[in-house]
């Protein structure tokens, strides 16, 4: 289906704000009582996409699949939600679940690395196919009340497989083209090819956001330098460590090492309240709470020892009191992540 430019899924403009930071979608991580209370902790984020809903066939569908993204457990942070799938019949029905509850916008997934997912023929595991990727989007766009997104890698295992789907996305009114410059099989490993990135940007018809390696405000200056046309940029594993960085590049806040614990350690204790009567027991409780320690640790000095610490609880009791202790002895911020 040709760009029409009078079509009701015209992509958006962006509103003229000179940077706009996006909180990428990690699944177990960010879900909304971590995009909640981030939110009521931590400044900087403009919107976050979703961890991906996998689509379902119609008899397998319940409300429980959108319990992620309930409008209201998201009213501190704009979402918009991510859909992975392949049967074009299956995104249209959850599109439209979406739209009623009041999503505008749904974002598709075609950029996750795991193999399990690639495997079936989702996420990144469509990209070496160009013309299913054209015969989904040919039957989704016509039928969805939403305007549409596209999270994407370079390809699953040939970073060259963007330039054929770069010519199906043109073909389409996508609201914005969010581009992690890896390949699927690379997983995070290596380095984001800023030089693919580039080509992407210079050849998208449509509003670009970069993710990839921002992980502190060196990275970001790098990456701003090379793309001062880009407004949009995604940040995951980088926020993850340091939630102060969002602030830090659009706010240029700075809080100082000690007042960084002290907000950490409320953080910390606000999701683990949060998440007490949500899990069915307290070894899956502190499984979660470790979840977040591989991300934290990398901001302390000593951090690997701290996270080989916390991880060798098996129970909440045991989890509290080695994690008290720590913050007690007095965790030490790393001036630079």
Same mark, same amino acid.
């Given at each position: ?113 795991? #193999?399990? !997912?690639?495997?079936?023929?989702? %996420?990144? *595991?469509? /990209?070496?196919? =160009?013309?299913?990727?054209? +015969? ?91 793309? #001062?046309? !880009?407004?949009?940029?995604?940040? %995951?594993? *980088?926020? /993850?460590?340091? =939630?102060?960085?969002?602030? +830090? ?89």
């Amino acid at each position: 289906m040709p760009l029409n430019p009078n079509d009701s899924h015209k992509p958006d403009e962006f509103t003229g704000k000179q940077c706009r930071l996006y909180l990428a979608p990690i699944r177990g991580i960010t879900d909304w009582v971590y995009r909640t209370h981030f939110s009521q902790h931590f400044s900087g984020f403009d919107l976050a996409v979703a961890p991906f809903i996998a689509t379902v066939p119609s008899k397998r569908f319940t409300m429980t699949l959108l319990k992620d993204v309930l409008p209201e457990k998201n009213v501190h942070l704009e979402v918009i939600p991510q859909l992975l799938g392949k049967t074009s019949e299956d995104f249209i029905r959850m599109a439209h679940r979406l739209f009623d509850l009041g999503y505008s916008t749904v974002n598709w997934n075609l950029g996750c690395p795991y #193999p399990m !997912v690639a495997r079936k023929g989702r %996420g990144s *595991g469509l /990209l070496p196919y =160009p013309e299913k990727v054209q +015969a989904f989007l040919d039957a989704v766009i016509p039928a969805i009340p939403n305007r549409l997104s596209i999270k994407t890698r370079l390809g699953r295992e040939n970073p060259e497989d963007i330039h054929r789907l770069m010519d199906v996305f043109n073909q389409f009114p996508l609201t914005q083209l969010i581009v992690h410059p890896r390949t699927g099989i690379q997983m995070y490993t290596g380095k984001a090819d800023r030089e693919m990135f580039k080509w992407c940007y210079q050849n998208s018809r449509h509003p670009i956001v970069y993710n990839g390696d921002i992980v502190d405000t060196k990275s970001f200056s790098e990456v701003r330098e090379l793309f #001062p046309e !880009v407004h949009a940029w995604m940040i %995951g594993r *980088g926020a /993850l460590v340091d =939630p102060f960085l969002p602030a +830090a590049i659009t706010r240029r806040e700075t809080i100082d090492a000690t007042n960084r614990v002290i907000i950490l350690k409320r953080f910390h204790d606000r999701l683990l309240d949060a998440y007490a009567p949500l899990f069915s027991g307290p070894t899956h409780l502190a499984d979660r709470m470790k979840a977040h320690w591989q991300y934290w640790s990398q901001s302390f000095q000593g951090g690997e020892k701290i996270r080989k610490r916390i991880c060798k609880t098996r129970h909440i009791d045991a989890y509290m009191h080695v994690v008290d202790v720590l913050f007690a002895q007095g965790l030490q911020w790393k001036t630079e992540i």
